[in-house]
């Protein structure tokens, strides 16, 4: 009787045991599970319902009419930020804009490709110092996939450091880097270098470390295997992202409010980079690019008046890469 009363508690120990072990465990889990659904918009001080965004204009300094169209979009549309594109002909030109202007929120879009037929540029650092990004017509390659075959991570990073140089000679803001064509996301050692020199000098570089809704559909094996860094970058003292949306370059121009308005009303809580290429054509500019009405059409959606409604209507919070900088700095870091 004694023994199996002694047997029963044992039983009844070992049991409790094991409910206090699959307790503790699924607790661990649930706390994985609430740090891990936290995005980096609450990391970063907003409320987690909070739909944060940046409207991005790409490819600055490309072309006089890119130039115009960032201005326009960003002086008197919803656009809050945008990125340059410093070995291009065009490049003076917005520099003395921001002369004028040093508040807007101006990043580089670092530049190893040059992918048009008739306009072309060369890399900064000379192709003595970088051969392998080069060309036979003397110029960056065309394409993301010749640069991955050619160029060296060292000559990569040589690149990246030559363009901040102009950039810090001609006395530009830079607000945060990112990568013309995403050439710098093609290979893990090119990301390295690119994550090294933003870390290095404090500049915010475009890392996606959230929910990367559209990231991941968009660009799955940049995204997926590039995460691993999120923290390395965070804990650096850079911001980090939710997600990314680059799909706006296929859509058709005519098309183009009507899918931003969509796009806007789907957005997940958390802080999302949506891209454009806003330019104003020039009589030359169909001359460079057979996008033109595709770049202006993105330039009339961020002008639109049933855009800027519907963000006031929405409650979206526009920011810039500068105030994810600022708000960085009083966040903690990521266990």
Known sequence: MVQRVEAEFSNREFFMNRIALIAALLSSVLIQAARAEKTFAERLGWKPDDVVVILHVDDVGMSHSSNLGAIETTANGV?????????????PEIAKYLKQHPNVDSGLHLTLTSEWSLYRWAPLAGKPKVPGLVDEEGCLWRGVQQVAAHASPDEIEIEIRAQIDRAEKLG???????????????????FERFAKVGMEKGIP??????????????????AGKLRHWIPKIWNAGLPVIDDLHTGSYGW?????????????????PGVTEILFHASIPTEDFPLITSSSQSRLADAKALTDADVKKLIQERGIILTTWKELKARRQKAGPLE
């Open 205 to 222: 570089i475009l890392a996606i470390g959230g929910h990367a809704n559209y990231a991941l559909k968009e660009n799955p094996e940049a």
């Open 172 to 190: 530009l803001p830079i607000t945060h880097l990112d990568s013309h064509m995403g050439t710098l996301f093609a290979r893990p050692d090119y």
């Open 79 to 91: 656009a809050t930020s945008w990125s340059i594109m410093m070995p291009c002909p065009w490049v």
């Open 252 to 268: 058709a121009p005519e098309d183009k409010t009507k899918r931003l308005i969509v796009l806007l009303k789907e957005l997940r």
